[in-house]
């Protein structure tokens, strides 16, 4: 499957301003874990931006705010696909 290169530039940017900020430190638990799972950078952040993409297209389709309970609960779930 070919990515949207500018989508991904979005999604890693995003991440890595949950990363700076700590906001949410999940984000920065399951980045970690996955790199002591043997994940690279990137695919650590091509995993989370799973996480991030079922968020942004929910917000979209429900028009209801970021579910940070489901998001977390996503992260958590890492490397298995997130479910919506």
């Known amino acids: 499957m070919e990515v949207n290169g ?3 530039e979005h ?8 990363l700076n900020d700590n906001d949410t430190p999940e984000t920065k638990t399951t980045y970690n874990r996955l790199k002591n799972e043997g994940y690279n950078d990137t ?3 091509a995993v989370i931006a799973q996480c991030v993409a079922v968020e942004i297209f929910g917000v ?8 940070e309970v489901r998001y ?4 958590k779930r890492l ?6």
């Open 11 to 18: 999604l890693f940017g995003i991440i890595e301003n949950q």
């Open 6 to 8: 500018n989508l991904k």
């Open 43 to 45: 695919q650590a952040k």
């Open 72 to 75: 977390i609960k996503n992260l």
């Open 60 to 67: 979209f389709k429900s028009d209801k705010p970021f579910d």
């Open 79 to 84: 490397p298995k696909e997130p479910i919506e």
